[in-house]
């Protein structure tokens, strides 16, 4: 699975290059506008190491935000399943505080924290918080009838065996819900570093573009992708894993 | 009596049509009795309202003070991450673990006690479910169609031993056997069409209580008194 | 309601064994199209048109009034020509848009001119407009807080990593003989909170546009300021210029010639004292948000570094700063050898298009 992954990746982001130089020579274009292979070639292997850990650092920053994310989407999912004045306003003002581009909300988060770690946390797990929780709550509210059924009948159901049953019957949801979250958490923290830190590989993106240097941006590209796609294969190899240690059926 | 409905009207919201109206039934000894008629009658909508998980309904619905009313279907599932014996033991109370090991025996569910919920057959999956009810608190147990897809042989001595084992308690068995709600009920509620006039009919069975023959022309006769009730 | 949206949005999600599949394919291909799209929108495939595209290298501001001026009291159309004056930002590179034909004209730094020539992009400078660099460092003026090179040892300092401040600041520093290791750099973004906080000693800014709004709070809190000037120190590292591409120079010099005339006729009347109000007029047409007094200031300032001293025209190129632009450049590893940048420097000039300021 994990190797479908990075394979698929792969064939990807070469497909990409390749339709990069057809137009690069088609078109005459200089390197300033799409860099030739060797400069590419050149650029990565030379900011390779430094790209990948800050590739790195980013990712360790969005798998934190995405963990908090996960935690803070359940104990509020849950914690909403059941009342529906509480959990129709926590998905309207999940859906409210999800319409503001980050991009317009994160100078506020920089003034009032800095520019340091933790305003790169927050922004990558508000940014993958809202579409969990709004998953979660969905999952979390929807009964399994068929199951819980006799528990209700027999006064027998508690709260953690109803969230249970609801986990584990919807667990491909949740995994499916979960590895998705990771690109929105990556994706949040590099638009945090690239306004405003100063670490990590938007950072280095937002250095390379006011350098105009698309190899150092394509290297960029290039890591980001192959980390996501390592990341996301494990989390789906941990949930098959889970899945099969709970016998969940497909 | 633990049960009697009078006048009992009950229709679903946006539509046009009431499942039944002006119905009227009582139950007044334990044992076991049948709900029985085409599939859509209103049988599933009736056993809910009984069990008070159905809203909405006109007419009175007297329960006797206290009586513990169970409603259990044959979709009904256990959680899969145990196995069988984990979810049976759980949720049965220490006064029933003699019943609990003579059921699972005589349910034929021994071997497949330590699998999970999703591993057995359905007539397994059924006889799993209505154990467990079987082993709880209760006054009047309402089956809907709790022995689907179990054979007769064993539908016959499962019923057999619920009689047997439970003579005090009220059980509604919906089933669309008719040989066999004719054999083992006592009284057997028959639904009609809505157009039909009264909706509902009581009859009586037979209510055997062993494997001996019943009378091969009584049993001919009720068979078609339902039949014609229908 | 609230069942259905929740639905809803596990649907979004509920994707399961070659639906991931697909779906990640999906988003890859969204991703590459539209990295490609950005690359590619607009690129003329049959003839050039008749339209004439100018990107600026930011938004409208007071910095590009002459700019605004000559599209607004249509200089441009006196020449016959339709032109676009467009806004700029970091992703919007006018180089690549001249090379790309998205744009025929446009306004680029010298570095980014420099570095282009270096990767073998056809960009040739026309018009260097602004004659002094507006990057400039606000700092509060502490008896002793910088009368000389030396004194930014032991401070902090921000910079725009990347940016062609950080570049400038590495030049000040080589040039004051201070390793890096004697300063603190700190990385600035849009929010000046580090600097009101005095995180930051030193702040970067444009003389003539953020300078002015933060010299202003600072006074009102009753702070003195200063600017660091590094032109005062002898780095003098070009700041925006017109630029074209040669092939655009070669195929079509009368319409080029024709659009510097009216660009270069707008910026000298909109930096005329008798049009301040006209051209006040102009900028807030184009930049509602700045409020008049500060645009005022803004105009004075730009006026200052517009205008060349002595004998230069407008739109003179300053071959000696542009020599020195590539020398930093250079010493600093932003280009691997030099790019023989007079080749970059439009040579013939517009002479008999441009008045010599008095």
Not at chain 2, 54 to 72: A, E, H, N, P
Not at chain 3, 67 to 89: I, Q, R
Not at chain 3, 130 to 137: D, E, R, V
Not at chain 3, 180 to 206: M, N, Q
């Amino acid at each position: 699975m994990l190797a479908r992954r990075v394979l698929q990746f792969l064939i990807v982001f070469a497909s990409g290059l390749i339709f990069l130089m057809i137009l690069k020579y088609s078109l005459t274009l200089s390197d300033y506008v799409i860099p030739s292979p060797l400069d590419i070639w050149h650029t990565g292997k030379d900011i390779l190491t430094v790209y990948f850990f800050d590739t790195l650092n980013t990712l360790s920053v969005a798998i934190i935000g995405q963990i908090i994310s996960v935690f803070l989407a359940f104990s509020v999912g849950i914690g909403a399943r059941k009342s529906t004045f509480a959990g129709s306003f926590i998905k309207a003002a999940a859906y409210n505080i999800q319409a503001y581009p980050i991009v317009a909300v994160a100078p506020i988060i920089f003034i009032l924290l800095g520019d340091g770690f933790i305003t790169r946390l927050i922004i990558a797990a508000m940014i993958c918080y809202f579409p969990l929780l709004l998953s979660i709550i969905g999952i979390m509210s929807e009964p399994v009838t068929d199951i819980e059924h006799f528990y209700n009948v027999t006064s027998r159901m508690r709260w953690q065996l109803e969230v249970k049953i609801r986990a584990f019957e919807n667990m491909h949801k949740l995994i499916t819900v979960i590895s998705g979250s990771t690109t929105l958490a990556m994706a949040g923290t590099i638009v945090a570093e690239f306004i405003a830190a100063d670490r990590g590989i938007g950072h280095s993106i937002r250095i390379a573009l006011y350098q105009s240097d698309l190899s150092r941006i394509l290297t960029a590209l290039f890591l980001i992708g192959i980390f996501i796609s390592v990341y996301q294969g494990m989390l789906e190899w941990a949930g098959e894993r889970i899945g099969n240690r709970w016998h969940v059926s497909n | 009596m633990i049960l009697s409905l009078t006048n009992l009207t009950f229709q679903y919201p946006d539509t046009e049509i009431p499942v039944f109206r002006t119905l009227n039934f009582s139950l007044d000894s334990p044992g076991f009795h049948a709900l029985f008629g085409a599939s859509g009658v209103g049988k599933t909508s009736f056993a809910r309202i009984v069990a008070g998980e159905l809203t909405g309904f006109s007419g009175q619905l007297y329960i006797k003070d206290k009586s513990i009313v169970l409603y259990s279907y044959n979709q009904e599932r256990l959680p899969g991450w145990g196995t069988i014996r984990h979810f049976i033991d759980s949720t049965t109370p220490s006064s029933m673990i003699e019943m609990k090991k003579q059921l699972i025996d005589i349910f034929g569910l021994s071997d497949c006690i330590n699998l999970r919920f999703s591993q057995l057959s359905l007539g397994q999956k059924n006889r799993v479910n209505l154990i467990r009810y079987l082993l709880q608190e209760f006054d009047l147990l309402i089956m809907d169609e709790s022995l689907a897809n179990v054979d007769e042989r064993l539908r016959e001595t499962i019923i057999l031993k619920i009689k047997e084992s439970f003579p005090d308690r009220y059980f509604l068995y919906i089933s669309h056997n008719l040989m066999e709600i004719t054999k083992f009920s006592d009284t057997i509620l028959i639904f009609r069409d809505i157009e039909k006039i009264p909706q509902t009919l009581t009859l009586k069975g037979l209510d055997i209580a062993s494997r001996e023959m019943p009378d091969r022309d009584r049993l001919e006769t009720t068979v078609l008194e339902v039949m014609n009730a229908c | 309601m609230g069942r259905r949206e929740n639905r809803k949005q596990v649907a979004c999600f509920k994707l399961t064994g070659t639906g991931i599949k697909m779906t990640q394919y999906l988003k890859w291909l969204f991703f590459w199209g539209m990295v490609f799209a950005t690359i590619t929108v607009d690129i003329p495939l049959g003839n050039a048109q008749e339209d004439i595209n100018y990107r600026l290298k930011w938004l409208f501001n007071t910095s590009v009034a002459g700019d605004l001026y000559a599209l607004d009291m249509g200089y441009f159309k006196k020449e016959g020509l339709s032109v676009a004056v467009k806004a700029g930002s970091p992703e919007r590179d006018a180089i690549r848009e001249l090379e790309l034909g998205q744009a025929q004209f446009g306004v680029a730094s010298a570095d980014q001119v420099i570095l282009a020539r270096s990767k073998g992009s056809p960009v040739i400078v026309i018009a260097q407009l602004f004659q002094k660099n507006p990057l400039q460092w606000i700092y509060r003026a502490e008896p002793g807080t910088l009368s000389n090179l030396s004194d930014l040892k032991g401070k902090t300092i921000g910079i725009t990593y990347g940016g062609n401040d950080e570049t400038i600041m590495r030049a000040l520093l080589k040039k004051g003989g201070i390793p890096e290791k004697d300063v603190t750099l700190f990385s600035v973004r849009y929010d000046y909170t580090p600097f009101y906080r005095k995180r930051v000693d030193i702040w970067p800014v444009y003389i003539n546009s953020q300078g002015i709004i933060l010299n202003d709070k600072l006074t009102e809190n009753g702070e003195k300021t200063g600017f660091f000037d590094p032109s005062s120190y002898g780095v003098r590292f070009v700041a925006n210029s017109v630029v074209t591409s040669l092939k655009t120079l070669r195929e079509r010099p009368a319409m080029v010639q024709s659009f510097i005339k009216a660009l270069l006729e707008g910026w000298k009347e909109s930096l005329a004292p008798e049009n301040k109000q006209k051209t006040l007029s102009v900028l807030k047409k184009y930049d509602r948000d700045t409020p008049t007094d500060i645009r005022e200031k803004q105009l004075a300032i730009t006026r200052t570094l517009i205008i060349p001293e002595g004998d230069a025209h407008l739109g003179y190129i300053d071959r000696e700063a542009w020599r020195q632009t590539e020398q930093i450049m250079l010493e600093q590893g932003l280009i691997p050898k030099p790019v023989s940048v007079t080749d970059i420097l439009f040579q013939d000039g517009f002479g008999p298009t441009q008045k010599k300021q008095d």
